[in-house]
């Protein structure tokens, strides 16, 4: 590991980075590129990518009394932002902050003259990953409210609408004249219920913005393991695509660093972030399946069309593998999982039929003496 970071450190100085090599020709192109690929592969930028990923926002915003802090709770698995039984009025944005998640409460009326650059509300909502809006269904969508969301389109961060309280809406009839108005699918949701949010909210909070599956997968105790395949499954796409080009060993930095960032994202995931550069315990994760599928994969590619197929396929199934064990690995409180000793069962004593023992009488035949006469001369 220290030699290879020494020749990665070399080589940098050499090569320029892509942002300061003078790509005015093929080999200031070809320079600038070698140059991001060897930054890409540095330890530390690896894990300052993962730890940016760590640090993503959502904010849930919406009218007092919508949910918020109840689907904050519900993630959470306790009370962490008392819910009010009755809607509360106020006349300006209230902001409270939970690290990963904020809440932000608006007032009753139009945006206008509300949201200023500058204001801590403003920095929550320009900064974040993702906004939610969570609407009333039992209040529906009112003028205001579509001001908001209208306002809050314009500051181009990643916008979700959804509609709690689903089972006090009137109808489908409904639903589907607030998809019309706003120009967007809600999805529905039961803030109370955390198989709802586990089904209908978490996916589409990735799939709208898929660097929260790292952080969403560290705070939600009960969706951790579904964030963990989510990243491996993802990894293991990217890596049999990558895997299906045809020069040998040109994939080999490629297939390295999306396994090292595999490794490192899932152990953001449980907790247990690696940050120390020569940890012993990464690279046993790392060398125990790649020496001999490398060359193994490197190898098929010799055969045309089919060996690209399967080095592929190789590819994806080394990355998973990793992924699996690394997951274990965490899961365990970066202890290597160990085979459970099989304890052997009690054999049962054989059956034995124990036949009775027949003495048989002995036959012995007498035969009769034969007196042999001398006959007299």
């Known amino acids: 590991m220290q030699w290879l970071q020494g020749w990665l450190d070399r080589s940098r100085e050499q090569i320029p980075n892509g942002s300061d090599a003078d790509v005015s020709g093929p080999a200031g192109s070809a320079a600038g590129g070698l140059g991001s690929i060897l930054n890409a592969l540095d330890w530390d930028h690896v894990r300052e990518e993962v730890d940016r990923e760590s640090r993503s926002r959502v904010v849930f915003i919406g009218a007092s009394g919508a949910g918020k802090s109840t689907l904050l709770n519900t993630l959470k698995g306790s009370t962490v932002s008392p819910a009010s039984a009755t809607p509360e009025i106020q006349e300006e944005l209230r902001v409270e902050d939970f690290g990963l998640f904020a809440i932000v409460d608006v007032p009753a009326h139009s945006p206008n003259g509300q949201l200023h650059e ?7 909502l320009t900064s974040a990953d993702l906004i939610v809006w969570v609407l009333d269904g039992a209040a529906g969508l009112r003028a205001w409210e579509h001001e908001w969301i209208c306002r809050l389109r314009a500051l181009g961060r990643p916008l979700l609408i959804v509609l709690n309280k689903i089972d006090q809406v009137a109808d489908q009839a409904s639903v589907a004249e607030l ?4 120009a967007c699918t809600l999805f529905p949701i039961e803030a109370r ?7 209908g909210l978490l996916p589409h909070l990735v799939e709208a913005s898929p660097n929260l599956a790292t952080p969403l997968g560290r ?4 969706w951790r393991r579904t964030a963990a395949q989510r990243v491996i499954n993802r990894s293991m796409l990217v890596s049999g695509l990558v ?12 297939q390295v660093l999306i396994q090292l960032r595999l490794v490192l994202r899932l152990g953001a995931i449980y907790g247990e972030p690696v940050n120390d550069r020569y940890s012993g315990e990464l690279l046993v994760t790392m060398a125990s399946s790649v020496a001999l599928r490398y060359v193994s994969q490197q190898l098929v590619k010799l055969i045309p069309f089919v060996g690209w197929v399967v080095s592929g396929a ?15 690995y965490f899961e365990n409180g970066r202890q290597i999982p160990r085979p459970a000793v099989r304890v052997p069962r009690p054999r049962r004593p054989a059956l034995r039929i124990r036949w009775p023992q027949v003495k048989w009488p002995a036959l012995r035949m007498r035969w009769p003496r034969v007196k042999w006469w001398r006959r007299e001369r």
């Open 243 to 254: 895997g299906t080009e045809p020069a040998p060993l040109l994939d080999l930095p490629l």
């Open 118 to 124: 500058g204001e801590t509300a403003w920095f929550v």
């Open 193 to 199: 219920d955390f198989q709802s949010i586990n089904a």
């Open 219 to 222: 705070e939600v105790l009960g």
């Open 179 to 182: 998809n019309r108005t706003l």
């Open 314 to 328: 190789l590819a994806a199934g080394g990355t998973w593998a990793i992924g699996e064990l690394a997951q274990k």
